[in-house]
């Protein structure tokens, strides 16, 4: 069975944002089960003064104030309670749980977003329109499968929100890239569409195409696999999913078929990205 998904022009446009106060407004980063506590870059604290300038003398009131006007902050931590105050130049990811004395925010023109491809402006169209020369944030050889059309098994083990994935077509190499700002890729769901124990490769790179970092994880087709980034995915301006390789050589699960290409697809969802003027998919 071959996908055919029909190519919309789409082009996006995002408003510059000046450097004024009233711009950046800041968003409480929370836990998944809704407690505050200390900024963190995925498992990593981060470090200073890499990430973050450190003001002992400082109280959460004052720290949020200093972050509002200094153009160099992309977030603040504070306890609650007290005095002590960092001001981080790098975006925080995420917060540590179970940390209730402590409070993270970021500026809104930095925040985090999940692309989980499911709604409804994005359902009506292809994902090739991102692979326009305008988009600001654009895709390279990804495709998207809905519901609808989904052929027995493929991404249904992958599907954490319903009812799209996306995946890279012909099971080659496929890239989400950016030409001007940086962007942080923290997190993703991942299930191979046929082969079991499928060895899967990212890499990330920098504004000259150098490369910056690589992460393997081995993925299944019955369940995603959560897979975390680490600092080098972070400040990134293309990132990579490379083809596997001899993919006879792994076993095909129960339900096989094959879309297009070796059959080696992986299907992608809940992708979590940071950056500046990140838009929703």
Known sequence: MKLFVASV???????KISFAEEQFPLKTLKT????NGPCRLGTNVGSSPVDYLLYSSLNAEQCEQKCKL?????????????NRCEIWKTTPLNTKTKRTTWICKVKTDTECVIWNFDNNEFNLKSILALESPQADLGFTSFGFKTTNNMERNFAAGGRTSDPNVVYNRY????YLARKEKPFTVNQVQLTSAWKESLPVTFTSYDKFDNLIGTHHVTINSSNPTTVKFNTSFRDIYKFKL???ENCD????????GDIEGSGCHVALDDLRICGQDVYVL
Request: aromatic share 6%; net charge negative; hydrophobic share 35%.
């Open 242 to 244: 490379h083809k596997v």
């Open 9 to 15: 022009a789409i082009v996006c446009t995002l408003s």
């Open 32 to 35: 998944i089960d809704g407690d």
């Open 249 to 256: 050589d792994y076993t095909s699960s129960s339900l096989v």
């Open 70 to 82: 200094d153009i160099s902050c992309r977030g603040f931590e504070a306890r609650i309670q007290g």
């Open 171 to 174: 099971a080659g190499d496929a």
